[in-house]
């Protein structure tokens, strides 16, 4: 059961956030896709969707990737889109330092040219060190950087929230100054 709701998660993330193409749906401006269409189009293309799986992903994800519409009609990704999207986030003052993981291969290039979003819309941070820790983990042995976010916003850069999972931040890079190994 957690194995079908780990792939689906993956194939949501995949469509919402990256390639609605793939299944043929339409989203919004704002990154919204009406459910049943989703489901119709999943469907077709020979994935079984229904809203109870959409629920279930939503509620035993450790990650909150997805919202689901006050009228319970649409469902978005909450961030890391590589799509153009307007998720209608506003700028929030971030903690003190926030958290980048990272692979050990990655971080000389990190240190000399600083973190970019790269084909997504944004660089996510971690509020946890151990989120940091489990991002990096995924690309090989981890390394957590420490990112001086408050100093940051003091010098006008712009940090939004995740709706979906309050400890990602999103900002649009993170210049070498603001970087520091732990």
């Keep these: 059961m957690m194995v079908d709701l780990v792939s689906l998660s993956k194939f949501l993330s995949y469509v919402l956030r990256h390639h609605p193409e793939s299944i043929g749906v339409e989203i919004d401006k704002n990154g919204w896709v009406a459910i049943n269409e989703l489901i119709t189009k999943a469907e077709a293309d020979g994935r079984l969707l229904s809203r109870k799986k959409i629920t279930k992903v939503i509620e035993h994800s450790n990650k909150q990737r997805f919202i689901i519409s006050e009228d319970g009609q649409y469902i978005r990704a909450g961030y890391g889109h590589s799509i153009d999207v307007d998720l209608q986030l506003h700028p929030k003052q971030p903690p003190e330092v926030l958290y980048h993981g990272t692979a050990q291969k990655n971080v000389q ?12 819309n944004f660089v996510h941070l ?16 981890p390394v957590i950087l420490e990112v001086l976010s408050q100093k940051m916003a003091k010098n006008g850069i712009k940090f939004y929230q995740s709706e979906s999972e309050p400890d990602i931040w999103l900002t649009k890079q993170v210049l070498t100054e603001y970087i520091e190994e732990m």
């Design 109 to 120: 290039s990190i240190l000399e040219e600083g973190l970019h979003s790269g084909s997504r």
């Design 126 to 141: 971690s509020a946890q060190k151990d989120d940091a820790k489990q991002v990096g983990a995924r690309h090989g042995m």
